[in-house]
């Protein structure tokens, strides 16, 4: 079974909101196995609205919109699909009570332009929406469903995996799609594409690789007839990229680098600290987002100033006026010294140039320092970072968790100068 | 001037990306009076690519495709393009040479596949790409332009703007489309939409609420026919709106909240230092995320752990006895901790329980003290934020940072206790 998916509204055409509901429907859709190979736009224009469901209903099996369902005149949905299966549309009483009840337990009297939600072609289905007031719709033209969903996605989420994704489930026969993601650090993408290259030359499952800031995805897809048979499919070729590429892959689907870091450590008992110049807390930042990260990161020092670390960190005022506050020595400097004034196992010293001034013919913007130290060495690495401000803060972030992930992972940084 | 985006991409159809490139490239065609009518995302499908392109170009005056132009097999947008025109594929031996000087320069030898992305249809102009291997496509058919560029948005944001974005202005007539956006905070969307009801509205300029996470935006769009003519329209709807809610307004357009923040303290001669527990450094990362911020910006602490509380800040060990980590108390001793160890003129401290886990009837997720101290006096101000660990962590850290700019707006923090 395929559909098409047509989001409706202007503000979408504007480039005011981007279109998050499309992307996240799609990729639902494709587990349970409904291709997608179009998805159209168009703004709050009854004409146009009809032109693409139309032209949607010619190609695909079904349609599903999304937006153009609530109370204002530039809603016109309910509109659009009256005209596609040539119906009146009526008022749902059901839909009306439950509008005229909201109302009311608001102390408010639901005015006609709020029933207008409750209006529905009269052959369709209005779709419950708990969580606001218009309701979606339910057709079908020749056999063919025509959905329709609200817009604001705390509203248009729960409809779709409540209601609509069940039924379109229900409608499919085998072919079931599964992915899975494998997560990959310290690697080029056309590095690691040059080592499975043979496999991404498979045909089914697939194996794709997307490029992320800092890392290297790879994407399994398998379709098979089962889930059962979906998953085996995509655990034969995980073993494969594994057995060549296992030692760049820190996690799979959603998980990150920083929750691989923070896992890590909870399985070996180590605490953490940091310090951080350039990254200005983002380090701490991305590590916190973790839930139950507090059970091994203990806290950290933005030292954006050079007093700042000297007296919260101990670096020398010589190193600093030797080296400059960029400079291997410092970094050494930094996370040894974060790590013996904050007591942690693990003690992480970022500092650079994250630009966009500040640079230098010697040092660069997006030279960066990062030093890693345990109880027993530190070591620390020089690199140079390539974008803005915002992406040298974060590719250095990303290099400090690889270096502590590999780290941890070894039981120690010694390992690491080998990296 | 209309024209349709075609997105192109199978990444896109399975939902792993979000299509922000489209989102963006709207927006800017609105500004020089392009109209969007429709946009369409296809697969790496060389025939639905042909189907869109043609399907395009019959109902807009040009067509601009994103993505398709890389290296791989299943890039086919250029033989799309090209068949479309009814024309071969050519090497540009300039995009070609460039190809191999850049891969030379790396080492490598320019391989059949990368020099794929120097092909283009006869009749075809490459557009420049300094950002990555693959030119953009600049063709017409029956006087529309067909315009394609990659997908990467460090590439493509300025491929279209140095390249595509004023050859097109240059094909337009009048109607220009100009906006702006005014940025709220401290007030809510509702709140904000009520008191400019009848300005909402106004049919030319328009003004249009948005609710972001922590903010309110309202964007004024004017259309005219000269720029000029624009930009007055825009002043004059500008004016009325700060008469009413100006004490909200922090900036417009791209201005970030820490981005004024910065700048006001730049503009007082202040310095700004940090202590963060709950938010774990996000707070200091938004700062330095500001150029220029380390003018202004000394550093922070980020005290995870209570040891730290105490050992960095000063915080008494009996205040966090008696009243816990997350209390008035504690927020104040931080905020006031912070300013004297490390020697800020402003001292903020946050302290709070941002999930999932953590909470209690007494002091629920969400529960946050944000102290904001200056040499004279503290204000310690107790929130309850709704979402989810990284959602609680923005929400304080927007709300500090309210606190901090209408600080340093009224030249010191007395006045916020009437916030």
Known sequence: MTVEIVSIGTELLLGQIVDTNAAWLSARLAEIGVGVYRRTTVGDNRERIIGALQEALARADGVITIGGLGPTDDDLTREAIAAVLHEPLVLDENEAARLRAFFAARGRDANERQLRQALRPISALPIPNPNGTAPGLYAERDGKPIVAMPGPPNEFQPMATDHVLPRLAARTGGRVIRSRVL????????????????????ENPTLAPLAKLGEVHFRITARADSPEQAEQMIATMEREVRARLGASIFGADDTTLEQAVVQSLIAAGQSLVVAE??????????????????????????????????????????????YGAVSEPTARAMAEGVRQRLGGWWGVGITGIAGSGGGSPEKPVGLVYIGVS?????????QLFAGDRQTIKYRATQYALWLLYKGVQAGGCGSLSRL
């Open 277 to 322: 110049s350039c990254t200005g807390g983002l380090l701490a930042n991305r590590i916190t987002n973790v839930p139950g990260s507090s059970e091994v990161f203990l806290g950290g020092v933005v030292s954006y100033s050079n007093a700042l670390k000297e007296s919260l960190l101990g670096v020398p005022a010589e190193t600093l006026a030797q």
């Open 183 to 202: 997560r990959l650090c310290g690697i080029g993408e056309s590095d690691a594409e040059a080592q499975l290259h043979d496999l991404i030359a498979s």
């Open 374 to 382: 345990d109880p027993d060495t530190t070591v620390v690495k020089r």
